[in-house]
C-alpha cells in the first residue's frame, strides 16, 4: 500500500488516541465537577464525543489492518485493478475518460482518482481491454468500454 495512505491513517490515530486518553478525561472530570450528571450538557456532549471517537479508533484501526493484508502479487497483470490507469468510452456520453483505481482515502474524481469500491471501480475490476461493462451510477445504468490498460506492473 502506498506509505502516504498508511501514515494518513495512523496520523490520525495518533491524535484521536491522545484526544481520547487525554483530553477528553478532563473533560468529564471538569463537566463531573459541576454537579448534576443528569442534566450535565458538558458531561453529555463530552461522553457522545468519547463513544464517536472510541469509535472511529476502532474503524481507523481495522481499514489499517485491512490495508496490511492487501498482497500487491495478487494484483492481475492483465486486467483492471488497484493501481491501473484505465482510459474507458462512456458509451452514453460518447467520451473517453481516464481514472486510476485508487483506495477509498485517496479517492478524487477532479483528479481522475476513483476507488476500487466505488461503483465504476467495482464495475471495471478484472475487465481486459476491449471489454464491455454495465455500471449502475446514482445517474442510473451507465455502460463503458475498458480502451486502455496501464496496471501497477506497466509503470516500474
Do not use: W
Not at 450538557?41 to 492487501?70: C, N, P, W, Y
Not at 467495482?122 to 496501464?150: H, S, W, Y
Request: proline fraction near 3%.
Amino acid at each position: 500500500m502506498p506509505a502516504h495512505i498508511i501514515k494518513k491513517l495512523q496520523d490520525e490515530i495518533q491524535t484521536l488516541e491522545y484526544e481520547l486518553n487525554h483530553e477528553l478525561p478532563k473533560e468529564l472530570r471538569r463537566a463531573r465537577a459541576l454537579g448534576d450528571l443528569s442534566e450535565n450538557a458538558e458531561f453529555i456532549m463530552a461522553k457522545q464525543r468519547q463513544d464517536f471517537v472510541g469509535a472511529r479508533l476502532a474503524q481507523l484501526k481495522q481499514r489499517l489492518a485491512d490495508l496490511s493484508l492487501i498482497n500487491l502479487n495478487n494484483i492481475p497483470r492483465d486486467r483492471v485493478a488497484f493501481g491501473s490507469k484505465v482510459i474507458i468510452y462512456d458509451v452514453d456520453r460518447d467520451t473517453e475518460v481516464e481514472y486510476r483505481l485508487v483506495t477509498s482515502e485517496e479517492a478524487d474524481v477532479s483528479k481522475g482518482l476513483i476507488s476500487t469500491t466505488s461503483p465504476i471501480g467495482r464495475g471495471l475490476m478484472g475487465k481486459k481491454v476491449g471489454d464491455i461493462c454495465r455500471v449502475g451510477t446514482p445517474n442510473g445504468i451507465r455502460e463503458f468500454e475498458v480502451r486502455a490498460l496501464q496496471t501497477l506492473y506497466d509503470e516500474v
